[in-house]
């Protein structure tokens, strides 16, 4: 694997269901991030993470919970959402923070019935 | 936190010709970045330029960043150059604009 890699591509779930996300990055890259990208509205940052601590958490609310065990690996665990938490989910990394080249994977369209 | 704004929001070509994007932006930044994205989401990283002139093929860009503001410039578009265009800047955040919808017809 190359680059940055999500997994799963395409996920449906119901309000009740616990589901996670899965980021890893193969660039050898010390910071992580989640961005949401609903239906015509521009990517907004999620979370931010640098050599495995959170910097940033942008007014999320807590039914999404990020969790970071590495400097290569993301999650993102979900539990109880709303059908307007449906979206791309994607996930990028950069060297550092402060200005580097950010590197995206390919996302995952959630559904949530 | 900074504000990006990208014009025009929808551009349609035909095959070959030639188009400028751009994209303004509100305060000094130290990331400047442009992506393609693809029909199935994924962002493909087309030019990190914080400031200066890169060319990529057909593709290329500046940033002027004193005046704040960069463009992106397709020359001889092909279908496959359809999608939205994303500019997005950083001072410490990436901050993305709404994007252009660009459409290269046959």
């Known amino acids: 694997e190359t680059g940055v890699t999500q997994t799963p591509r395409h996920l449906v779930m119901g309000m009740t269901n616990k589901k996670s996300l899965k980021c890893e990055q193969h660039l050898g890259h010390n910071a992580m991030y989640w961005y949401k990208q609903s239906a015509k509205k521009p990517l907004e940052l999620m979370f931010v993470?640098?050599?495995?601590?959170?910097?940033e958490n942008n007014s999320v609310p807590s039914r999404f919970s990020p969790e970071c065990p590495n400097s290569s690996h993301l999650f993102l665990h979900l539990h109880t959402l709303q059908p307007e938490d449906s979206a791309l989910y994607l996930c990028?990394?950069?060297?550092?923070?402060?200005?580097?080249?950010?590197?995206f994977g390919p996302g995952t369209r959630l559904t949530v019935l | 936190g900074i504000q990006v704004e990208q014009s025009p929001p929808d551009l349609i070509l035909q095959e070959g010709a030639n188009s400028t994007l751009r994209c303004n932006f509100s305060d000094s930044v130290n990331n400047l970045q442009w992506f393609h994205q693809n029909p199935w989401g994924q962002l493909i990283n087309l030019f990190y330029?914080?400031?200066g002139t890169k060319q990529n093929g057909r593709l290329s860009a500046t940033t002027v960043a004193t005046e704040r503001y960069s463009l992106l410039y397709i020359s001889s578009s092909q279908t496959t150059d359809s999608g939205v265009y994303f500019c997005?800047?950083?001072?410490?955040?990436?901050?993305f604009g709404a994007g252009t919808t660009v459409t290269v017809r046959a």
């Open positions: 990028a990394s950069s060297k550092g923070l402060a200005g580097d080249e950010q590197f």
């Open positions: 330029i914080p400031s």
């Open positions: 993470y640098n050599f495995k601590e959170q910097t």
């Open positions: 997005a800047v950083a001072g410490y955040k990436l901050s």
